[in-house]
């Protein structure tokens, strides 16, 4: 329930982002490819993570926060630099 309530949160919100940053003309080959990506990561994610577990239950969790850093690094840099566009127009 907890996963369903998070994915409906920021599903629509992520989805309207990366339109609203797309060029016009590549709205939906982007919108087609963040898809394409979302479903491989729901596929690949707990299959992976499954094999994960088996070498050790920890190793999962501690991979996902080890990529985790990196994205919250780019969304934080990323929101700077729009953040610093919106304030010289």
């Known amino acids: 329930g907890l996963m369903c309530l998070g994915e409906s949160l920021c599903q629509p919100s992520l989805l ?13 080959e982007t919108m087609g490819i963040t898809q ?7 596929f690949a994610g707990p299959a992976l993570a499954g094999l994960m577990y088996a ?8 991979t996902a926060a080890a990529l985790m850093i990196p994205a919250l690094a ?12 919106a304030l010289n127009t």
């Not at 394409?36 to 729901?42: K, Q, T, V, W």
């Not at 070498?55 to 501690?62: D, F, N």
């Open 16 to 28: 309207g982002r990366i339109s609203k940053l797309s060029d016009d003309a590549l709205q939906g």
């Open 36 to 42: 394409s990506f979302a479903s491989l990561a729901r």
């Open 55 to 62: 070498y050790g239950p920890v190793l999962p969790y501690m």
């Open 74 to 85: 780019l969304v934080y840099i990323a929101f700077n630099k729009q953040k610093q566009i």
